[in-house]
């Protein structure tokens, strides 16, 4: 038997970035502002209450869809954040994260052989799932426009084919900080109801909006409820993203059909998990005012001291993400600049072709995760700062001299 046993299907799927740039990081010693994850911890009385449940004996498998505690404390918020009514005993399925819920969502839902439309750059796991489910994908593109990635309403019209089963939405969206508009959510809805599609939105940043701009799930749109599946998860709202407790929200008909495949990739999970996350739930407003106060503090540090520092940086309205230009300091590739800032800057990021199903696309952008304390973000900023002055002395960022000189 050869050593290669992986089934070429997921040959693509092998190596990722992520672990590279995490092992990177291990042995330079760098800043780790490549992978999402906060080096602070969630509210305390959350970490509590999963203490509780573990020493009071909710140790067992929880009910499929999850612990009844949950799932109305799920329907509780998303009827009083957005006004969009669920069903907790037949609307709402607890998953293990956000990743399971899309994977499982998209291997009940589309048939082998259809498409699904997904925003480019996207999530890593996307392309993932998609394959999974023996399902093919078609890509949109998001681009900048004025600093802010979006995408071209007739480039997205003119995706769908008759095989067209879904769309994947993601918002506010990883990698590029955009929180979609009413505006574009229109558009996508609009195409939905057109062609009869099925969307899937991945709204596990909701809370974590910055500058006074609100996330709107899709789901509320006129027409919408019926066919949209809400994906979200307790990990970024509660600092918590080892504890892999996601959720969907929808349709009975479609709930149902994501728990029947649910059942056999997982059945159940995370029980203390549940009954934590469904005790501070309701209580969740000053907790999320504070984290969006702090996380929109970490990025203005770290934007401001770039863009002074000549880093071109795009804008980003929510999520843990700022992404930069690697032409600014100097590069056109960003694998070879993130390989170089770990080492000659003590930083590790992200290279955006990560994001890509075309690895020549995005490869000009990097992603720095700001989900760090004040002083890791001041430090690292520092560090690019500094790392950006000695690529300018040399003479190598024709777009920041261009700038400086105009
Ligand atoms: N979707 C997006 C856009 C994400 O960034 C992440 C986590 N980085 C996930 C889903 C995964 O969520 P979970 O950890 O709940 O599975």
Request: glycine fraction near 6%; include cysteine.
């Amino acid at each position: 038997m050869s050593d290669d046993v992986l089934v070429p299907r997921f040959a693509a799927f092998r190596s990722t970035i992520f672990a590279e740039m995490t092992a990177l990081a291990n042995r330079t010693g760098a800043i780790n502002l490549g992978q999402g994850f906060p080096d602070s911890e969630g509210p305390a009385e959350l970490l509590s209450a999963a203490a509780v449940a573990v020493l009071s004996g909710r140790n067992q498998y929880p009910p499929l869809p999850g612990v009844p505690e949950l799932r109305t404390a799920i329907a509780e918020q998303r009827w009083s954040d957005y006004g969009t009514p669920y069903d907790p005993d037949t609307e709402i399925l607890v998953t293990a994260g956000a990743t399971e819920a899309i994977a499982a969502a998209i291997a009940a839902l589309v048939p082998a052989g259809d498409e699904v439309l997904v925003f480019e750059p996207y999530y890593d796991s996307y392309g993932a799932a998609i394959t999974l489910a023996g399902a093919r994908r078609r890509t949109v593109r998001l681009r900048p426009e004025n600093d802010r990635f979006t995408f071209d309403p007739e480039e997205l019209a003119a995706a769908v084919t008759p095989r067209t089963r879904a769309v994947l939405v993601n918002t506010p969206h990883n990698p590029t900080g955009t929180v979609l508009t009413p505006a574009e959510l229109a558009h996508i809805a609009e195409l939905c109801r057109r062609h009869d599609l099925i969307a899937i939105t991945d709204e596990v940043y909701e809370h974590l909006t910055y500058d006074g701009i609100r996330h709107v799930p899709l789901a509320s749109l006129p027409g919408m409820a019926e066919r949209t599946l809400t994906i979200s998860s307790a990990g970024k709202t509660f600092n918590v993203t080892g504890w892999k407790v996601g959720w969907v929200c929808g349709p009975q008909r479609m709930v149902a059909a994501v728990r029947t495949v649910k059942q056999y990739l997982t059945f159940a999970g995370g029980t203390p998990f549940q009954y934590a996350v469904a005790a501070v739930l309701p209580d969740r407003r000053r907790w999320l005012d504070d984290l969006r106060a702090r996380l929109s503090a970490a990025r203005d540090t770290l934007r401001d001291t770039l863009t002074s520092a000549g880093w071109r940086c795009f804008s980003c309205e929510g999520t843990y993400f700022l992404q930069a230009d690697a032409r600014s300091v100097g590069y056109r590739d960003g694998i070879a600049l993130c390989q170089d800032l770990a080492i000659e800057a003590g930083v590790v990021a992200i290279p955006s072709s990560a994001f890509h199903a075309d690895p020549a696309a995005g490869q000009e952008l990097i992603r720095f995760a700001f989900c760090k304390s004040p002083a890791v973000i001041a430090t690292a900023a520092k560090r690019l700062a500094g790392f950006a002055d000695t690529q300018h002395e040399e003479g190598m960022a024709p777009w920041w001299l261009a700038r400086r000189s105009a």
